[in-house]
T-cell receptor, first 113, second 109 residues
Framework: DVKVTQSSRYLVKRTGEKVFLECVQD?????MFWYRQDPGLGLRLIYF???????EKGDIPEGYSVSREKKERFSLILESASTNQTSMYLC????????????FGPGTRLTVT | RKEVEQDPGPFNVPEGATVAFNCTYS??????FFWYRQDCRKEPKLLMS???SGNEDGRFTAQLNRASQYISLLIRDSKLSDSATYLC??????????FGKGTRLHILP
């Protein structure tokens, strides 16, 4: 079974803090993704990566950066957390063809006060 | 037109009934399709892929209608445990995954 783990289930940070969210997968998938999910807005893609040291902006990259130094690890960084970044953050990996199925981590519920 | 659209619901259905919901897609999200299930405060999990010929997995049937550009999910003999949000997902020609916002299903005892 694919296993995707995230460093924290719940996190509370103050405005202006630098926040690191880590995601680790054990399936040797090349593709990894960071989403945020908010009520009424669904899942929105922040950043994704097709390979080590590669990163691509998603639909809402502003205020975020990412790091992929190793294949199994994909980190999301909030350079200076703001209250509008309070959300559920979900990491995912994706297999290649023909399945293209995505596998999600359990999520990190981040609250910025 | 949004790339993948779903009726947000909620669908309130008595236990044992059959329920179906559709998801429409635009041309760009037209390569592959999936249904994901998401329980409250949990991550989405793959329910089933949707094949061109339609596919069935136990009480669940997925259909793809390319002419009308929609996919459907049918749940027969619904159980209380089927209560969840069902996400329609498309993979477009640029290899981009497009999520619908989900349809909430409540199975009533």
């Amino acid at each position: 079974d694919v296993k995707v783990t995230q460093s924290s289930r719940y996190l509370v940070k103050r405005t202006g803090e630098k926040v690191f969210l880590e995601c680790v997968q054990d399936m040797d998938h090349e593709n990894m993704f960071w989403y945020r999910q908010d009520p009424g807005l669904g899942l929105r893609l922040i950043y994704f990566s097709y390979d080590v040291k590669m990163k691509e902006k998603g639909d809402i990259p502003e205020g975020y950066s990412v790091s992929r130094e190793k294949k199994e690890r994909f980190s999301l960084i909030l350079e200076s957390a703001s209250t509008n970044q309070t959300s559920m953050y979900l990491c995912a990996t994706r297999g290649g063809p023909p399945s293209y199925e995505q596998y999600f981590g359990p999520g990190t519920r981040l609250t910025v006060t | 037109r949004k790339e993948v659209e779903q009726d947000p619901g909620p669908f309130n259905v008595p236990e044992g009934a059959t329920v179906a919901f559709n998801c429409t897609y635009s041309n760009s999200a037209s390569q592959s399709f999936f249904w994901y299930r998401q329980d409250c405060r949990k991550e989405p999990k793959l329910l089933m892929s949707v094949y061109s010929s339609g596919n069935e997995d136990g009480r669940f049937t997925a259909q793809l209608n390319r002419a009308s550009q929609y996919i459907s999910l049918l749940i027969r003999d619904s159980k209380l445990s089927d209560s969840a949000t069902y996400l329609c997902v498309g993979l477009n020609r640029d290899d981009k995954i497009i999520f619908g916002k989900g349809t909430r299903l409540h199975i009533l005892p």
